[in-house]
């Protein structure tokens, strides 16, 4: 199953991905993730997204769609796809159709989480992750059970996203806005797009998701 969530910051993708892939054993495809690897690598790739991402705009269609193409090569044909932040603009969305149809893949479902992004700014400014695990924390919604310390590996060293702040958060919404919520057409005459509640609790989200990956 190949299928894509589609959201603005904060709205829950990566929350929910990783779920699926304990759940169904799928692969997150997370271009923001592949990103900050690069970026923390100091790849040729990293150098020039670093300062984009930082402002919150997005990197180029050619950047992410190479690195999905990449993915999807080194994924063997059964194992199914989440793609989480990726499409993000039209160019993209046709990108992907390109690249599903070079390995032999087709899309299942596009599933937009339906959210208030007023609430998306308090959720998103105080989320921080394990810096060894990446187990994720917020800092009003899930604190550590013993402050300090993961829950997950232990540790006791977290880290918060630069563009995680206010200012920076305000301009990735409005990117999405601009460039990414416009491509839900593009999907809706295929008649592939779920809509889901974003802002019910997680554990309702990932069942409203399961139901619509059962049908
Ligand atoms: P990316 O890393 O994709 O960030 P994003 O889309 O802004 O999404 P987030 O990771 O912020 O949010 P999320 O929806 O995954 O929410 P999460 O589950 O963490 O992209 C970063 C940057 O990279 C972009 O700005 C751009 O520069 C670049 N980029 C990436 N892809 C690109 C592309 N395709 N093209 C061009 N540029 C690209 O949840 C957030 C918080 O809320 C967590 O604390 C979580 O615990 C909590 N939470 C989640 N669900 C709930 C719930 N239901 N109730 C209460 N709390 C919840």
Known sequence: ????????PGAGKGTQSGR???RHGMRQLSTGDMLRAAVKAGTPVGLRAKAVMEAGQLVSDEIVSDLIDAELAAMGPETGAIFDGYPRTEAQAVALDALLAKH??????VIELAVDEDALVERITGRFTCAQCGEGYHDVFK??????TCDKCGRTEFKRRPDDNEDTVRTRMAEYRAKTAPILPYYEARDLVARVDGMADIDQVTAAIEKVLAS
Not at 1 to 8: A, E, F, S
Not at 143 to 148: F, I
């Open 1 to 8: 199953m190949n299928i894509i969530l589609l959201g603005p």
């Open 143 to 148: 604190q550590p059970a013993v402050a300090g």
């Open 20 to 22: 699926l892939v304990d």
């Open 104 to 109: 032999g893949r087709s899309l299942d479902h």
